[in-house]
């Protein structure tokens, strides 16, 4: 395996649970600011000037918020480097995270009981998730210690991902004692 090789993979979050009543939430907001604007122009006769200012001022509110409800999980392995980012509106990157996967304590399915009783086990203070859906094939966890640069000791965190096969190797070849591979990957 060559070990300057770069590997990403993206999953864009399905629409349930909270990022549905989310995206209501704010289709509701865009509804009751347009209404209070009018509301407000037929108080104080100024309909006409209003009538230009909502469509550019609504336009901007959308511009800046939708992006919130619409992300995707990238992670990105990099010479046994992982980065996980939240890619918000396809537009602007957030890197929430950078891990060394030769210090990764374990990465493995979360589907086997013998590996969620571990994860579960392992009490982490910290999560992230760079999953689709709770409902998503092949969802593993990497379980590794973070440093905490306020008080300067090691947390516990845990990262949830959608794996692939290619992915598995790239682990596996970094820290072949902590990856648990499966028969089935995409």
Known sequence: MNEFSTYEFVVEQKLEGKWILARIALLCFY????????????????????IALIPISLWII??????????????????????????????????LLVVTLRDAVTI?????????????????????SAISSLSAPDIYYMLFEYKDHSKKEKRRAILYFEATQRALQICRFYNPSGTVVTKTQR
Not at 31 to 50: A, D, S, T
Not at 112 to 124: E, Q, R
């Open 62 to 95: 959308v511009f800046i918020t939708w992006r919130y409800v619409d992300v995707e999980y990238e992670y990105s392995i990099t010479s046994g480097e992982l980065t996980f980012s939240k890619i918000y509106g396809n537009r602007s990157r957030r890197r």
């Open 31 to 50: 509804v009751f600011y347009v209404l209070g604007f009018l509301l407000l122009g037929l108080r104080y006769r100024l309909i006409v000037p209003l």
């Open 108 to 128: 493995a399915p979360l589907d086997g009981d013998i590996y969620s009783a571990k994860a579960t086990a392992w009490k982490p203070e910290r999560e992230y």
